[in-house]
């Protein structure tokens, strides 16, 4: 009788992006769902954008001390592109080929969304940026937390509270609120357009609701997560 291997080895590793606003709770529910995954025996990584490699990382510094702002949208999609593509090539991919599953806090479609379809930069340089950097390492699942931007903006301000930081007050004024509320919609007409891959959750819940739902949706995914634990 022929004995199968443990549906966590023989499966193929899966690349999965969170994605969406600031302060929407990406970062917790990485973390969540990779110890859920570990909890099934997966062996998983979880990673950011910009970041995950020293060289990426060093791009990340630059782009979030503000010192490319001023090149515009365009120069830093290409920044990120530039990136993702270390990224994609030292830390994705490999890890994708040993059977390890990766988790990323960002991928893609924040260049889409922020530079893109917020910031106006052409699709066509955005489309080409993708198609190089990604190199066909497209996410399996992209799941997409969503929420009204101003409760998100409160999350973000008590944990600035928490951390003794001070936040500006005029940083969520009226004009960034409209910008916030574009960018939310952009998010939205991606998972639109990408269907197959693309899940909308909402993020206006508990922590722990959110976990249960992100886990719902990735086992409906991917249901060999499932049947590995019955075995
Ligand atoms: N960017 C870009 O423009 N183009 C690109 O291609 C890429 C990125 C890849 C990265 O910033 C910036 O780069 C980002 C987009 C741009 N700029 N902005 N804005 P980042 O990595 O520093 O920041 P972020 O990605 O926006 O993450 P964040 O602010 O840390 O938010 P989060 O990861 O979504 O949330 P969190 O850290 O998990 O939670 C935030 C707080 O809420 C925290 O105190 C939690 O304890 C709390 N929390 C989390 N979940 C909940 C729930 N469910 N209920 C209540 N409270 C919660």
Known sequence: MLQEAPTSKASRARFITFEGGEGVGKSTQVKRLLQNLQRHD??????????GTPKAEAIRSFILQGRSESWGPGAEAVLFAAARLDHVNQLIAPNLRNGTWVLSDRFHDSTRAYQGLTGGVDDKLIAGLESLALDGHAPDLTIILDMDPEAAFKRVAERAIEDGLALT????????????????????????????????????QSEDTLEAAIWEAVTQRFPELLRGSQA
């Open 42 to 51: 997966i062996e998983a990584v979880r990673t950011r954008e910009p970041g």
């Open 169 to 204: 007050g005029d940083r969520f004024e009226k004009e960034e609120l409209e910008w916030h509320k574009k960018l939310r919609d952009g998010f939205l007409s991606i998972a639109r357009d990408n269907p197959d891959r693309c899940v909308v959750i909402s993020a206006a």
